[in-house]
């Protein structure tokens, strides 16, 4: 009971994802007929921005420029660049691999649960979800760092596993388990990072305010 207190999100996203399959086809078939609540003229732009933003390579050269440019005058600043570096790189070669030996189908391919095993296609790399992995992985490790600022950090990851449901690229099991991993490898790298000899899954109460 003390590790479900302690971990009760990751918990919570784990418990969700399988329960999620049942209602993927359901709910992406409903965003595809359901067209009529956004704007493609106007959704076309903002999702083009969402993914050059979410993108592992926009997002790793970013932490690595915060590090290099705060190192000279902010330590804190520069030590949250540096751990998102790692976690972002660590994040992002853990999603790629098993979406790959995973093989699911994306929705733009069929609506029904279609996994081939491994493969290098691009149209069967839909779980987990990469973009929500690295996004759910930058907030979990700033909102470590910067507390006060969470809510701001877990809205752009949120934002950006709906943009990913929205787009038809994901389906909703794959954004929680892209969530679900990109806070553990956040956690493991940041307490590597700040606290090389505490276990990466315990109590966050001494957590840099």
């Keep these: 009971m003390h590790y479900l207190r302690e971990n009760k999100a990751l918990v919570l996203l784990a418990l969700l994802i399988i329960p999620a399959f049942f209602f993927d086809n359901t709910l992406m078939t409903w ?3 359901n067209r009529a609540f956004r704007s493609d003229a106007l959704y076309g732009p903002i999702d083009d921005v969402v993914k050059f933003l979410t993108h592992g390579a926009t997002l790793i050269i970013s932490s690595l420029l915060l590090f290099l440019v705060a190192r000279s005058y902010n ?8 751990t998102l570096f790692f976690g972002l790189i660590t994040a ?3 999603v790629q691999g098993f979406k790959h030996l995973i093989g699911r189908a994306r929705p733009r391919v069929t609506f029904n649960t279609v996994f081939i095993g491994p493969s290098i296609d691009f149209n069967y790399d ?3 979800s990469g973009h929500t992995t690295l996004t759910f ?3 979990y490790i700033l909102s470590q760092f910067y507390p006060r600022y969470r809510v701001v950090f877990y809205l752009f990851a949120v934002m950006t596993g709906a943009d990913r449901m929205l787009g038809l690229s994901h389906f909703p099991s794959d954004v929680l388990a892209g969530a679900l991993l990109g806070m553990v490898v956040g956690r493991i790298v940041y307490s590597r ?3 090389p000899a505490a276990p990466a899954f315990k109590s966050e109460v001494n957590s840099p305010v």
């Design 137 to 139: 992985c930058l907030a």
């Design 92 to 94: 992002g070669v853990v």
């Design 126 to 128: 839909s779980f987990p």
């Design 31 to 33: 965003v595809k007929e």
């Design 75 to 82: 330590r804190r600043l520069a030590e949250a660049g540096k």
């Design 193 to 195: 990072a700040v606290c």
